[in-house]
């Protein structure tokens, strides 16, 4: 039950705040005054606004002209309200809901706290019959999801259905949070599994809202130090109610009560006492309305109908996280996604504001143009241009779906758009600007919810099942099968009412619950009247009876007495006439009596048609009351199944969580498989490469062993060579000396000096030359012996002359012979020497290219030392995995046998 609607558009106000220098800004890009803000680079770009709140305003100036009439007075009233605020990061959202305790300015939130609960006190105050609560929830939207802030530790905070536990009473352990997803009903959008808290007190009010909106997620961007990194949503929930008897009553007393003040100055002090303590109960009042002419029965009736008033309305104050640009800010990471998210869900609110603009400016012009009647305009904000229903995204993100009565519904809305003046930021706040233009044009219907009470809605239902059943009278006697009887026996009255009255039996044309009452009705006085005619008939019968034997009598008496003739005749035709007029009577009297009892034959079967169609009614109505019980028992089932829904649902998150927990965990056995059959190839190569490289290092080795035992082999020929080159060179030198010694010998012999021998200890080699040497030496010996003197005079003549140079000559041919030979041995020895330099040098080459090839192998046998330490590397990795995927060294090692049965046979890599 709700009052009419009331169209209102949403308030919107925007605040400026100042400049900061820790963010480099410079200077303002705005002109600002009162109701406006424009451009300074580009004049022609102003916008208007109800009002605009320069950077020296404080939040409550804006709070008192923006907030408390519009929307919290109204909230304490009964109706919905809303207050957000909207703006880009770090332009002061935050800082005009929540305040700033350092700056000593209180936000919008804690002002609103404070006059609400004051309202309430004010109104408990004057209907002391009334019984307001407050109720608490937190809650965050963060990357699209929803989290609420009263779940989870602490807080000292109670919840709702517990009104009487003490704020610091410790709290039972707290039951795992259930899924929260936001539904609706009649009276708006919920959060279905979000806690709510009673509060008794603003202080117990805003503690709650404040412990608990801390620990939403907040973070240091580039643009702000403390960036909310969610939407905060904090709802207030007011339930007033009374009894609307009470608060009749009470007018009443507050009535009797103004009598009595202007009477008081007769009244005694008694009759004061009186009247001042008589708070006239329900039951007083209605004995009182018993006694002014209500039977006892009325009075019981609304005793017992005693009505409670409920209204329950919502406030709403949510500080919004802040557009960002990722350039600006500085996000990465964690910081980026989240970003991402906050300006998804701020564009489909720009959506949602925008098509709602649109439809209220498309009302609007209807309206205008009278192309829409008045009474349309505000109650469909839903229809579009063409007066069809346009779509509006609420559900695309989840702050456009909670806000979705706060935006172009049941609620009265305001909304604080902050900019910052600074030029660098001056193409954010024109969109801020932009946003809060068309938001002003968004028509909301709010109204005061009332929700009937238990007793009112039993009440309502029974008139509802009345109304049905008469509506199921109606329907059933207007197709019954049996009209067709009905309408012969009205036909049947009708001609006899022709016949008697000249009409008036045609009412019964059109069957129904009445007429056939009126038909009743109507035959009973039909009856009572065709009885009452026989009653005079019959008695005027009667009359005529008396006067004709009185007039048979007279006639006798005038027959025995001589009378007239003409008075005979008339006296005879008197008679006939009353023959006549008597047969006449009797003949209607027994018309009437057969037409009485055809109408008392249809009346009784009429009778019988409603007994019958009674009858037909109680079972109906059973039905009915079989169909409600079976109804009430549906409805049980459907809230059991949903509750049995919800837990199912919850279930179904958590196997839902095991399942992927299990998958992730199936995935890595999945990945451990794999990489056990990653391990087995890798083995399997591993092997191969290790047999191919103990192949090679075995020919290497071989090779390596032959080629030392080659190079051992050409080294010792080598050294052997060297030797003889050696033994050859000593060889010349000593017959070069020797031939040099044999020719300064002969040389001193020709000249005649003594011979003198250097080294008589110089081992002589060649036999001949020291064999000539010592003919020689013998000779001098012999010469200087004989003719010690004759050496000088030996060249100045004489025989002695001619033997000595016999002598010489023999000497000197034997020195050409023994010339001759050496010459022949030295080439001789050359070209021996030549050979075997040869040989060596072709020795040398092919050891180089041997130790080329050695070295060769060598590079080989690096290379697959390399590879199979990668292998090795990669194999440990490999088996780290397989121990991260939770494989036991058992299965482990099977596998690895398994591999090793399965391993193929052996390709050697290298063939000899
Ligand atoms: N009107 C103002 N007067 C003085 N300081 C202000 C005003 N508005 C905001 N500030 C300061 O600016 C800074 C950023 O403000 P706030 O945190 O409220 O921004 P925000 O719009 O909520 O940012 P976000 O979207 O990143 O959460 C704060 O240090 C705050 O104290």
Redesign the pocket.
């Known amino acids: 039950m709700t009052s009419s609607p009331t169209a209102s558009s949403i308030e919107v106000a925007i605040?400026v705040?100042?400049l900061?220098a820790e963010l480099h800004e410079s200077r303002p890009a705005w002109q600002i005054d009162a109701t406006s803000l424009t451009e300074l680079a580009q004049p022609d770009n102003a916008f208007t606004f109800d009002r605009v709140y320069d950077?020296g305003s404080s939040t409550a100036e804006i709070y008192k002209n923006n907030v408390r009439d519009t929307i919290v007075a109204r909230v304490a009233q009964g109706y919905n309200g809303t207050i957000f605020a909207y703006?880009?990061?770090?332009?002061?959202?935050?800082?005009?809901m929540f305040g700033?305790t350092s700056?000593r300015?209180p936000g919008l939130i804690r002002l609103a706290v404070h006059d609400l609960f004051k309202a309430l006190a004010m109104e408990q105050q004057r209907k002391p019959y009334m019984h307001a609560e407050v109720f608490v929830s937190v809650l965050e939207i963060y990357n699209e999801q929803l989290r609420d802030l009263l779940q989870g530790d602490g807080g000292g905070v109670r919840a709702s259905g517990s009104p009487n536990m003490a704020a610091a009473s410790p709290l039972v352990a707290s039951p795992p949070p259930l899924p929260l997803s936001i539904r609706e009903n009649e009276h708006g959008v919920y959060v279905h599994n979000a806690r709510r808290v009673q509060v008794a007190s603003e202080e117990e009010c805003a503690n709650v809202i404040y412990t608990r909106a801390a620990s939403r997620v907040?973070a240091a961007?580039m643009?702000?130090?403390?960036?909310?990194r969610s939407h905060c949503v904090i709802r207030l929930l007011v339930e007033r109610s009374y009894y609307l008897e009470d608060a009749v009553s009470d007018a009443d007393n507050a009535e009797e009560e103004e009598e009595e003040d202007d009477e008081t100055t007769t009244q005694t002090d008694g009759d004061d006492e009186d009247g001042g303590g008589s708070r006239a109960s329900l039951s007083q009042a209605a004995q009182g309305e018993g006694k002014h002419g209500l039977s006892a029965d009325a009075a019981k009736k609304r005793e017992s109908a005693k009505n409670k008033k409920k209204f329950i309305s919502t406030l709403n104050m949510v500080?919004l996280?802040?557009s960002?640009r990722v350039a600006k800010t500085g996000a990465t990471g964690l910081r980026m996604i989240e970003g991402g998210h906050i300006n998804k869900s701020l564009t489909t609110l720009t959506t949602v504001i925008n098509r709602l603009a649109s439809e209220s400016t498309g009302q609007q012009q209807h309206t205008a143009s009278g192309a829409m009647p008045p009474g349309r305009a505000g109650a469909s904000s839903n229809s579009n241009n063409n007066g069809g229903t346009a779509f509006i995204p609420y559900r695309d993100s989840r702050l456009t779906h909670l806000l979705k009565t706060s935006l172009g519904g049941n609620s009265f809305t305001a909304v604080l758009c902050?900019i910052t003046p600074a030029v660098e930021s001056a193409n954010e706040s024109r969109s801020t600007l932009q946003f809060a233009s068309r938001a002003k044009r968004v028509k909301n219907k709010a109204h005061v919810n009332e929700v009937a009470n238990a007793q009112t809605r039993v009440r309502e239902l029974e008139a509802a099942l009345r109304n049905t059943k008469k509506l199921l009278v109606a329907q059933t006697l207007y197709l019954w099968s049996k009209q067709l009887r009905i309408r012969r026996y009205e036909e049947q009255l009708a001609s006899a009412a022709v016949a008697d009255s000249g009409g008036g039996i045609g009412l019964f044309a059109q069957p129904s619950a009445a007429h056939l009452m009126n038909q009743q009705q109507q035959q009973q006085m039909i009856i009572a009247q065709l009885n009452a005619q026989n009653d005079a008939l019959r008695e005027e019968a009667g009359t005529l009876r008396v006067q004709l034997e009185k007039a048979m009598a007279d006639g006798g008496q005038k027959g025995s007495m001589p009378s007239s003739a003409s008075e005979s005749a008339a006296a005879v035709a008197e008679l006939a006439s009353l023959r006549r007029s008597l047969q006449y009577t009797q003949d209607m009297l027994k018309e009437r009596e057969t037409a009485v009892q055809a109408a008392q034959a249809s009346l009784d079967e009429l009778d019988g048609l409603c007994r019958e169609l009674e009858g037909e009614n109680k079972s109906q109505a059973e039905q009915i009351k079989a169909l409600t019980r079976r109804t009430n028992e549906a409805d049980e089932l459907i809230t059991a199944v949903e509750e049995e829904h919800n837990s199912l649902q919850h279930e179904i998150g958590l196997l839902r969580a095991q399942l992927q927990q299990s998958q992730a965990r199936l995935l890595e056995k999945h990945r451990g498989d794999d990489y056990l059959a990653e391990l087995t190839k890798l083995h399997v190569e591993h092997q191969n490469l290790l047999y191919s490289y103990s192949q090679l290092k075995e020919k290497a080795d071989r090779d390596k062993a032959e080629l030392m035992q080659r190079l051992h082999r050409l080294t010792e020929k080598n050294n052997s060579l060297e030797d003889d080159v050696d033994e050859a060179k000593d060889e010349t030198q000593l017959r070069n000396s020797f031939l040099w010694r044999l020719l300064s010998a002969a040389a001193q012999v020709t000249q005649g000096k003594p011979l003198t021998i250097k080294d008589p200890s110089a081992a002589v080699r060649d036999a001949q030359v020291a064999e000539a040497v010592r003919a020689l030496t013998s000779f001098a010996v012999l010469s200087a012996r004989t003719n010690p003197h004759n050496t000088a005079s030996a060249s100045s003549g004489g025989s002695g002359g001619d033997v000595s140079n016999e002598n010489v000559w023999q000497l000197q041919g034997r020195i050409r012979g023994l010339e001759e030979q050496l010459i022949a041995k030295d080439a001789q020895r050359d070209v021996i020497i030549d050979a075997k330099l040869k040989r060596i040098q072709g020795l040398v080459l092919r050891l180089h290219a041997v130790n080329v090839a050695l070295v060769e192998e060598m590079r080989h046998c690096f290379h697959d030392n390399e590879q199979l330490f990668d292998i090795a590397m990669r194999s440990s990795k490999t088996q780290k995995k397989v121990e991260k995927a939770g494989l036991t060294q058992r299965s482990f090692e099977s596998a690895l046998d398994r591999a090793r049965f399965t391993q193929p046979p052996h390709k050697p890599l290298y063939h000899n």
């Open positions: 605040r705040r100042p900061r950077t703006g880009q990061t770090g332009s002061g959202k935050s800082f005009t700033d700056a300015s907040s961007t643009m702000n130090e403390h960036s909310s500080d996280a802040g960002e902050c």
